[in-house]
């Protein structure tokens, strides 16, 4: 099973500032396999990024993905106020499929 | 527009088999994978397996003695069960459409409590 670990656990930031999360797999993940969703409280997760870097359907041109092999990046270039919420990074390079533990950016 | 909508009790007794149901307004079942995921309270997600119209299905092997997932074709729906049933199965249960392109889920539902109490 690929691990997937997200840090920080918790961002503390201001709206306006930028934010870098992390997630980094126990081995190696297809660029194609890795994904990004946000959740906010008493919602059901929405899908952000896929495939490491392409954006869903309309998502915000500030929310962007990087990264390959065991190392992946969710950027928000600019905080507008309703993108506080938690992030989850996923993979399905191979079965099971596994999220991270979730990286939670709150409002400093 | 594709929309998925959880129902079923709200409260299973532990050892007890939980049943969830996930209707889908919107393309036919016939197509994609469907999924159950779960969240705990205050933690994060948990894929626990999908199931295909064909009926092939996969499981996360840390639920899989336990886990059955069926589709019914007639009734535009897919079904959940998980037996045996104790206080960490506890958790919210969301059905969703996993997109192949994208090895992601791009539609989810909101989400049913479910409680395993005596």
């Known amino acids: 099973e690929i691990v997937l670990t997200q840090s920080p656990g918790t961002l503390s930031l201001s709206p306006g500032e930028g934010a870098t999360l992390s997630c980094r797999a126990s081995q190696s993940v297809t660029s194609n396999s890795l994904a990004w969703y946000q959740q906010k409280p008493g919602q059901a997760p929405r899908l952000l990024i896929y495939a490491t870097s392409s954006r869903a359907t309309g998502v915000a041109d500030r929310f962007s993905g990087s990264g390959s092999g065991t190392d992946f990046t969710l950027t928000i270039s600019t905080l507008e106020p309703e993108d506080f919420a938690v992030y989850y990074c996923?993979?399905?390079?191979?079965?099971?499929?596994?999220f991270g533990g979730g990286t939670k950016v709150e409002i400093k | 527009q594709v929309q998925l909508q959880e129902s079923g009790p709200g409260l299973v007794k532990p050892s007890e088999t939980l049943s969830l149901t996930c209707a889908v307004s919107g393309p036919s079942i016939s197509s994609y994978y469907w999924n159950w995921i779960r969240q705990p309270p205050g933690k994060g997600l948990e894929w626990i397996g999908y199931i295909y119209h064909s009926g092939s299905s996969n499981y996360n092997p840390s639920l899989k003695s336990r886990v059955t997932m069926s589709v019914d074709t007639s009734k535009n729906q897919f079904s959940l069960k998980l037996s045996s049933v104790t206080a960490a199965d506890t958790a919210v249960y969301f059905c969703?459409?996993?997109?192949?392109?994208?090895?992601?889920?791009?539609?989810w539902g909101q989400g049913t409590m479910v409680t395993v109490s005596s």
């Open positions: 969703a459409k996993y997109n192949s392109d994208y090895k992601a889920f791009d539609i």
């Open positions: 996923q993979q399905y390079s191979s079965s099971p499929l596994t």
